[in-house]
């Protein structure tokens, strides 16, 4: 039946989400761009996330909405976005937390069809072009924040340099332009997207979220706790008097282990000095005091695992580690 061609409005932007391999902190990661695009104008941005939840769709609109200074009007965007699901072919249920998020900056959301990836061309363009113009060769960063503020920058310079397809004599950054008056301003307070959990802590003192171990402590074994998550962490808290339990960053896919504190295990170590051997904390011993706390004796290892459990408590883990160091470089 051939295909219609669209003329789009200034002020719309469409979103979708591609993937690039870039260097992360020294490693080869895989990360997850979530590309918006501006058709009238061409004009294109993209943000590093680690997943393509509600948290992380938020976070990249809201990083992107802070660096042009304003708010779409109209995003344009699918439903694998983890914005929304379908639950029929015409009918969107829009994810809770999306959902506040578009009420926080007044913005429309229309969700495209199945299969029909043109009627959000400009940006399923915009993922390859971004792809080819700026992930080669890899990008190197130290964190997903770093390297979003970099292909931001670099995503400027392309439209500063770019000509507009239908005028050769301006470019994408000067139709943009347009595109600006038609925006809305940043509301006086920044979108937290936020989700609360209640989770029950197992017997080890761990909770559980998305298919991925936390630990609270020991001493919260069998009690609820409150979990802030975030795209980046993992906040756990007492639900009673909300104070901290601990923090974490968040971990995505489903790993092996369980996130830890070794501050939240000393006092369960000096408590049982039996399981030295085998705690799991024990690769964050330094060398020289795992190997002084091996020749031990009983008694000695009991006292020297109570006396590191109180400096933890008193000053934090890493300054415990170092005045145990001290202490076993002066002992005669």
Not at 115 to 140: C, H, I, Q, Y
Not at 172 to 197: G, K, N, V
Not at 272 to 284: L, Q
């Amino acid at each position: 039946d051939g295909f219609m061609e669209l003329e789009w409005r200034p002020g719309v932007m469409q979103v979708d989400f591609g993937e690039a391999v870039v260097v992360l902190a020294g490693v080869k990661t895989k990360v997850h761009c979530l590309v918006a695009s501006f058709p009238y104008s061409n004009k294109r941005y993209v943000v590093a996330l680690p997943g393509e939840n509600a948290q992380c769709v938020c976070e990249g609109l809201v990083e992107i909405f802070e660096h042009i200074g304003l708010v779409p009007m109209v995003l344009v965007m699918d439903n694998a976005t983890g914005a929304a699901h379908r639950t029929a072919w015409d009918k969107i249920t829009i994810v809770g937390l999306f959902q506040l998020f578009l009420e926080h900056y007044r913005i429309e959301a229309r969700f495209c069809n199945p299969r029909s990836g043109w009627e959000k061309g400009s940006v399923e363009n915009a993922v390859g072009f971004l792809r080819r113009n700026l992930m080669v060769p890899p990008l190197e960063a130290e964190s997903h924040g770093q390297l979003t503020r970099v292909m931001l920058e670099r995503c400027d310079g392309l439209a500063r340099a770019r000509r507009h397809h239908r005028s050769a004599d301006t470019s994408i950054m000067e139709r943009f332009a347009a595109d600006r008056d038609a925006l809305m301003p940043l509301p006086s307070t920044r979108f937290d997207p936020i989700r609360w959990e209640i989770r029950k802590a197992d017997k080890y003192g761990r909770i559980d979220i998305d298919s991925n171990r936390y630990l609270a402590g020991g001493g919260w074994h069998g009690r609820r706790l409150l979990a802030a998550v975030r795209w980046d962490s993992v906040r756990i808290a007492d639900p009673e008097s909300g104070e901290t339990v601990a923090e974490y960053p968040r971990r995505y896919g489903k790993t092996a282990g369980t996130l830890r504190d070794p501050a939240l295990v000393m006092p369960m170590l000096a408590a049982r000095p039996g399981s030295w051997r085998e705690t799991p904390i024990r690769p964050d011993f330094p060398e020289d005091v795992r190997e002084w706390l091996d020749r031990a004796d009983g008694r000695c290892l009991r006292d020297s695992l109570r006396v590191i459990a109180q400096a933890t408590l008193a000053a934090g883990f890493d300054n415990a580690m170092l005045a145990a160091s001290d202490s076993i470089g002066l002992r005669p």
